[in-house]
């Protein structure tokens, strides 16, 4: 008779060395590497500039780098079956969209490695910034003078006229959107910031032609045409556009087996169907139509319940914009659930939504949960990005203005001091969070009676903005 402990033991041996020969069978494969060919050029930004290659750069995938590229730009070197290019060598040049964050797979096709020169990225960025500025504040310009003109006809007419009911409504439109283009105007430098800063960073000649009517029109800030083109581009019905383009995604899923291109078609239209939300929602942003930025937001979660970034968004657009607390929270915390389950509490982009969880509850006035979560925020970003990064930089500013609204003014001023601080070594000198602290501070200083530091800090914000 076998006792149980001897068929134990050989149940053992056989569990071992099955698991040992499953993972030599996979071993090679999930090891393998592929000779992956490739080009470095230089970014376009029309359809007439030249492609230009860079020679002499290496490009950096995970641990590894290419031999340096040749006088074409042409590259060499192993890669794993799917990978991502990290950046290149030297640092004169950074990656530009489309590579940068792009996931690829090997391929006999050579790999299309696009970057910008550092220097002409930040004078790009900075015309591109000036452009912009100016078309908003032209815009300003022109709905104030609309207002006018409005009032003015108002003002001719009698309450008995039949045009008279129509003109008021017409005139409290234009009254309240201007009044939101004032009171928003430090969130929509920021938009045109990240906007500047995407289209130094895009190579035209990668864009589609719609994609590339949307690029031109953003550099000429016409965000009302581009609502307009996106509006035909999705008929008019955003909701029903994104649902039958997830309904086809859904069809070609199901018989991928036998139709794999119809799957990768119906992959792109997805893919370029939250595109056009995404840039719809930019468009409606530069134009302050706040009702039709919240529609699109709920129509990007309600699609896309798994993607963080779109409920982080919508919390902070709700909160700071539409000042609707608990529709923000809910968002916020849907936003946080993600995040937990698929980075952990530690990782950046949890503290990015516990950033807008904090901003929530300072806005309901909740200031001692706000306190708490922000610091949770700094520490996270002390730990992980150091001092001297402007993400930590925010960090210690919202923990400024929390001491300051309690009355901790010594606190308070050190923190927002030292957020200041940090942005003048981080960000270039005429970026708008600077002039926001400079702002900041002169406020501070002046309830304080301190009104020469006041006046220094005001000054430095009118340098700094004109």
Same mark, same amino acid.
């Given at each position: ?352 939504? *516990?950033?807008?969880? /904090?901003?929530?509850?300072? #806005? &309901?006035?909740? +200031? =001692?949960? @706000?306190?708490?979560?922000?610091? $949770? ?60 602290? *400079?702002?900041?501070? /002169?406020?501070?200083?002046? #309830? &304080?009676?301190? +009104? =020469?530091? @006041?006046?220094?800090?005001?000054? $430095? ?6």
């Amino acid at each position: 008779m076998v006792s149980f402990s001897i068929i134990s033991r050989n149940m053992t041996c056989i569990k071992y060395t099955l698991l040992f020969l499953t993972i030599l069978c996979f071993w090679p494969m999930n090891g393998q590497t592929f000779q992956q060919r490739g080009v470095v050029r230089l970014i376009t930004h029309s359809a007439t500039a030249p492609v230009t290659p860079v020679a002499g750069v290496k490009v950096i995938v995970g641990n590894s780098q290419s031999q340096a590229t040749g006088q074409d730009g042409s590259f060499s070197m192993q890669v794993p079956g799917n990978f991502q290019v990290n950046g290149v060598t030297p640092s004169d040049y950074v990656l530009a969209l489309p590579t940068k964050g792009k996931s690829y797979a090997h391929s006999a096709n050579d790999l299309d490695v696009v970057v910008v020169d550092k220097k002409q990225q930040e004078q790009d960025y900075k015309t591109l910034y000036t452009q912009l500025r100016k078309k908003y504040r032209q815009q300003t310009d022109e709905l104030n003078e609309l207002r006018q003109q409005c009032r003015d006809q108002l003002e001719s007419l009698s309450e008995s006229d039949v045009q008279y009911a129509a003109t008021k409504v017409r005139l409290d439109s234009l009254q309240t959107l201007y009044v939101d283009y004032i009171n928003n105007e430090e969130q929509i430098q920021k938009q045109i910031q990240s906007i500047a800063e995407e289209l130094s960073i895009t190579d035209y000649q990668t864009l589609d032609s719609l994609q590339r009517r949307i690029y031109d029109l953003k550099r000429e800030g016409q965000w009302k045409s581009i609502s307009e083109l996106l509006s035909q581009v999705m008929q008019g019905n955003a909701s029903a556009y994104l649902h039958q383009k997830l309904a086809n995604k859904d069809r070609a899923t199901e018989i991928r087996k036998a139709a794999e291109e119809q799957e990768s078609a119906a992959d792109r239209d997805l893919a370029s169907a939250f595109q056009f939300m995404e840039e719809a929602i930019e468009a409606f942003k530069m134009q302050n139509l706040r009702d039709s930025v919240s529609h699109y937001y709920a129509i990007l979660t309600e699609a896309a319940p798994d993607n963080w970034e779109y409920f982080n968004k919508a919390a902070q657009y709700e909160e700071g914009y539409m000042a609707d607390y608990p529709k923000a929270l809910d968002y916020a915390e849907k936003a946080l659930d993600l995040t937990l389950s698929s980075f952990g509490d530690t990782h950046l982009n949890t503290t990015s939504v *516990y950033n807008s969880i /904090g901003g929530i509850f300072g #806005s &309901l006035g909740d +200031y =001692d949960t @706000a306190f708490e979560i922000n610091q $949770k925020v700094l520490d996270i970003r002390l730990s992980t990005l150091g001092e001297r990064d402007f993400s930590t930089s925010q960090a210690y500013s919202n923990l400024g203005v929390i001491y300051l609204i309690k009355g901790n003014f010594d606190k308070g001023l050190e923190y927002t001091e030292k957020a200041l601080a940090i942005k003048e070594e981080v960000l270039p000198e005429d970026a708008s969070e600077i002039a926001v602290s *400079y702002g900041n501070l /002169g406020s501070v200083y002046m #309830s &304080l009676e301190k +009104y =020469d530091k @006041a006046l220094d800090y005001f000054k $430095k914000r009118s340098r700094s903005l004109f």
